[in-house]
């Protein structure tokens, strides 16, 4: 009961950005079960638009260039909930 919360809560809170240095991000957003193609695109917009939110200030956010996706199972769901991240360098102008 515990650990389907925890993930409720995690799902709940994305879409993302986690600093993971300097001038490195991570971006994450929820694409949900049996994805379409809208949801796979709005989601790389969603990415794009965190790192370009996170790296304000530092320069402009150019993705390392792979895009992870993960499934995160989650009790009282039919399937596994797909989630997607991509790492960004905030590059000064």
């Not at 530092?58 to 039919?78: I, R």
Request: some cysteine.
């Amino acid at each position: 009961m515990i650990a389907a919360a925890a993930a409720l809560l995690s799902l709940a809170s994305l879409p993302a950005a986690e600093v993971v240095d300097n001038d490195r991000i991570k971006v994450t957003a929820h694409l949900g079960e049996n994805a379409s193609i809208r949801k796979h695109t709005k989601a790389h917009l969603m990415l794009r638009k965190l790192a370009k939110r996170a790296c304000k200030g530092k320069g402009k956010p150019v993705s390392e260039g792979t895009l992870h996706l993960e499934t995160m199972p989650v009790d009282g769901y039919p399937a596994s909930q797909l989630v997607v991240s991509e790492y960004y360098r905030c590059i000064a102008d």
